[in-house]
């Protein structure tokens, strides 16, 4: 782990020390945990699939007419 320095509010501070004291874990494990809370949301997935360019700004409106006859002979 590596250390770092978090300024908080005296109201912050008494809050953590009595959450920490309620549920039997250190500060610095309640800051943890509320650090991997916000940050999960700002995660995002990388894509299922490859994003590329098509070049037409319609084609997901007009993908029916431009598949129409694909794979026929």
Known sequence: MEKTTVYLSAEQK???ARAAR??????ADLIREGIDTVTARH???DPTIP????????LA?????????????
């Open 51 to 58: 994003l590329f360019e098509s070049g037409s700004p319609d």
């Open 22 to 27: 309620a549920e039997g874990r250190s500060e």
């Open 61 to 73: 409106e007009r993908a029916d007419e431009y598949l129409d006859g694909f794979g026929e002979r």
């Open 43 to 45: 995660l995002v997935a």
């Open 14 to 16: 008494r809050s953590l």
